[in-house]
């Protein structure tokens, strides 16, 4: 279809010009990297493959494949499972849809299980397979069964469909429990696909690996034994995490990681927002900044994605864009894409990208996976991303049709942030991070064995025989059957383990550590429900007297219904946004280990994390001026985790002064995760820290505590521990290497170019005016002997 007349393109390199030519943006450029053309390796198409096939992808343009194409096609026929890492836009989806369709062609009984980590996904990847599949003049039946889809169609989707299409939640909770009424299904799996498979790490990984577990229990016993399909984005262990995944020993996994697909050329800024206060080392705003350069872009037609790194900092960059460029361009050509978006909402939006009625989108992560949004020429990132991967992942969105493309990172005052814009070509260099699971988690396998053995009984052991489970040995998988036994879970009868608990496990089971019911956004005025919330958000977005931010527009809540997860909300036009204020507390459970290192001890172990919002502030539009304060009332919430603490003696402290060491120790903290983060290539989100007591007596409040201080024989201690339930052995990581990361940190503090602290290292003091720097290298210095 013809573009809107604003819509026309004047090409990237008139705004990169500019750029170059300007006072403000050229002094402020830490990184200006040219990466060239790559030509495409290609291979011949199958000789066995499909006189249809071969017609749909000729109609494409497709006269042969990529290289690892065809691998991956050669590979999957033999019967060998496949990861493909390669990078974004290279083709991945051929190297699945190929083989599967070639099976199904040639066996009417065959069926293929897609699974993929968003409904979104799902329905995206639907629409183009069902386009392959019209093209070849095949038959091939396929559905997406997700929560949206109505009943008549899940009967056809249990009946006839030969490819299924789900998420992770649907087929551990909906299809593995009632695997009976799927018996065609499971009869005939022939393959699983499982796309970004780089978004299944942490507890959602661990979790994964057993839901993929006990499909393969159920396909077992159906009779079959899948292949697994599987493609990442650039993740440093593909294999090893594929491995761990699968459960399948890695030789019989085949590698694909060289890409036979072009690259088209790039260019990759680091953009520093200028200091605006030298004494305490502050930036400009880098949303107000990457604004700035995306206006460039959409002045100029260029069509654009700008990362936020939250909901709240997407919806204020879409208010400030629509500001800058309403002469330009309509506002429906500008638009956010997050999470909370009611789904027919993102749907609008993704066809809006695909067809050229929007011009620029700005998305949190949500749209940093493979859905097809269209032809863009430009990605701007406003904060990095937390992990080298995830840079590249979003920057490979732009330049996917074979066009010239720009991607800019802008930095925040974060220190990671800042790490990077004073070593850029570290991000030209380094590995990219590893995708970590455990699925030895107890009380993930615990969990994951009540579902199996409600889904089939278990064998027991007998003469040495029996069956065993997933990550355990026959041996430990009686064990942990019969400690289900003794809680009254399962009963052992005749040789088998039955379920005999009357609770539906699967419900009590959420693969992501969130509770199952979002909380729901109501508009008063119309009557309508505006938009959708998970649990965890609700609490800093949805507090009573928020502003919430929905397509740059603003509604004040003026009712949480906490009981019911609902909010009532009123459309307002204010002059600010809110932002939550929260307090957070440490206690120690159990510790693992421990060792003393000089005069600091180091310890890791398992801990309760609380987290209480206790207020909002009120920040103005454009000024970012805070313009107020306001309370809130709600439950704390609690997270149970693993952690390294470093507890430093309250005599060390006493030598400097308590309230000038307590405020050098915050700052150690944030030095510490900074370079926790980087030396263990995680995302920094998934590292909590604070400053607290390693074993608090009180059962005060977590904000009162904060508030109060640190009282006389209080020892300080710095948590660093896993932002996530159960943990995913960052901890015991940290514990293992911490006297390493105290070296890192002094140095990281030592090289920081500010004179008293900054965001960049520690922070701004908070005590006597210029200690905070010193005395946390001071610190660092007794701590390391030096």
């Known amino acids: 279809m013809p573009l809107p007349p604003w819509r026309e393109p004047t090409g990237v390199d008139a705004v990169v010009e500019g750029w170059l030519a300007s006072g403000h943006v050229r002094p402020c450029l830490a990184l200006d ?20 096939l071969r017609e749909a992808l000729r109609s494409r343009g497709i006269e042969r494949l990529y290289a690892h194409q065809a691998r991956a096609f050669q590979a999957a026929r033999s019967g060998r499972h496949i990861v493909v890492a390669t990078p974004t836009a290279s083709g991945k989806s051929l190297c699945f849809h190929l083989p599967v369709l070639q099976t199904l062609g040639e066996d009417e009984n065959a069926r293929a299980l897609y699974l993929f980590p968003t409904k979104a996904l799902s329905r995206d990847q639907e629409a183009s397979l069902g386009k392959l599949i019209a093209d070849a003049g095949m038959k091939t ?37 009632h695997h009976a009424q799927w018996a065609r299904l499971f009869q005939g799996l022939r393959y699983v696909v499982l796309d970004e498979v780089h978004t299944y790490r942490g507890v959602f990984g661990s979790h994964m690996a057993h839901v993929l577990a006990r499909l393969r229990r159920i396909a077992r016993f159906h009779g079959s034994d899948p292949v697994f399909l599987t493609a990442t984005a650039t993740i440093g262990n593909p294999l090893e995490h594929a491995s761990k995944l699968l459960d399948v020993p890695r030789d019989r996994i085949e590698l694909l990681d060289r890409s036979g697909a072009p690259r088209s050329e790039r260019r990759f800024f680091v953009f520093n927002p200028p200091v605006v206060n030298s004494e305490l080392g502050i930036r ?29 900092s997407v919806e204020i960059m879409l208010k400030y864009l629509r500001d800058k460029c309403h002469d330009v361009v309509p506002e429906s050509a500008l638009m956010a894409y997050r999470g909370g978006y009611l789904p027919e909402q993102r749907r609008s939006i993704e066809r809006g990208l695909r067809n050229g009625e929007i011009l620029c989108v700005v998305a949190t992560n949500a749209l940093e996976l493979g859905i097809d949004i269209g032809d863009l020429d430009a990605v701007i990132c406003a904060g990095y991303p937390g992990t080298v991967a995830g840079v590249w992942q979003r920057f490979g969105r732009a330049g996917r049709r074979g066009k010239k493309s720009i991607a800019v990172l802008v930095s925040s005052s974060a220190p990671v942030d800042q790490y990077f814009a004073r070593e850029p070509e570290i991000l030209l260099t380094a590995k990219a991070e590893e995708a970590r699971i455990d699925p030895s988690n107890v009380q993930i396998v615990l969990d994951h064995l009540k579902c199996a053995a409600f889904e089939l009984p278990f064998l027991s052991p007998a003469n040495g025989e029996g069956e065993s489970y997933g990550v355990l040995d026959r041996e430990n998988t009686r064990a942990a059957l019969l400690h289900l036994a003794r809680g009254g879970v399962l009963h052992e009868s005749a040789g088998r383990f039955h379920y005999t608990s009357d609770v539906y496990p699967a419900n009590h089971v959420s693969l992501r550590s969130i509770g199952w019911d979002n909380f ?20 800093t977005m949805l ?41 957070r507390t440490v206690s120690v459970l159990e510790e693992e280990a421990l060792r003393k290192s000089g005069v600091v001890t180091g310890a890791w172990g398992e801990v309760s994390v609380v987290e209480k919002v206790v207020g909002y502030k009120k920040i103005k539009f454009h000024t970012h001026e ?32 308590r309230p000038t060491a307590i405020d050098a120790l915050r700052g150690i903290g944030r030095a510490l995760e900074t370079v926790a983060a980087i030396a263990l290539m995680s995302d920094p989100r998934d590292i909590g820290q604070t400053l607290g007591d390693k074993s608090p007596q009180s059962d005060e409040p977590a904000a009162k505590i904060a508030r109060r ?45 500010c004179d008293a602290g900054c965001p960049s290292c520690v922070g701004p003091a908070e005590a006597e005016v210029g200690m905070r720097k010193s005395v946390a290298l001071l610190l660092l210095n007794r701590m390391l002997r030096q």
């Not at 872009?297 to 939250?310: D, E, N, Q």
């Open 284 to 312: 400009a705003s880098y949303m107000k900044s990457a604004v700035k350069l995306a206006a460039d872009l959409v002045r100029r037609k260029v069509p654009t994605i700008v990362f936020g790194p939250s909901r709240n």
């Open 543 to 583: 507090h009573e007297q928020a502003i919430y931010q929905h397509d740059a527009e603003q509604y004040q809540v003026e009712k949480l219904d906490y009981e019911n997860h609902k909010a009532y909300v009123r459309k307002v036009e204010p002059d600010y946004f809110t932002e939550a204020m929260t307090y």
């Open 33 to 52: 990297h040219s990466f060239a053309e790559h030509p495409p390796s290609h291979a011949p198409l199958p000789a066995e493959l499909a006189p249809g």
């Open 626 to 657: 805070n313009t107020g304060y306001g309370e809130v009332n709600l439950p704390d919430m609690q997270m149970h985790t693993t952690s390294f603490w470093l507890t430093v003696p309250e005599a060390l402290c006493l030598e400097v002064g």
């Open 709 to 753: 201080g640190p009282q006389p024989g209080f020892d300080p201690t710095i948590f660093l521990f896993d932002n996530v339930p159960g943990g995913v052995g960052l901890a015991e990581r940290i514990y293992e290497m911490y006297e390493e990361l105290l070296g890192r940190a002094r140095a990281h503090i030592a090289g920081c170019h």
């Open 141 to 177: 039946s396929r559905i997406v069964y997700d929560g949206d889809t109505p009943g008549d169609a899940r009967r056809a989707a249990r009946e006839r469909s030969a490819i299924l299409m789900t998420n992770p939640d649907m087929l551990h909770a909906g299809i593995l429990p």
């Open 520 to 539: 729901v956004i109501i508009d008063q005025e119309n009557a309508r429900t505006l938009a959708e919330l998970d649990f965890r958000a609700a609490h």
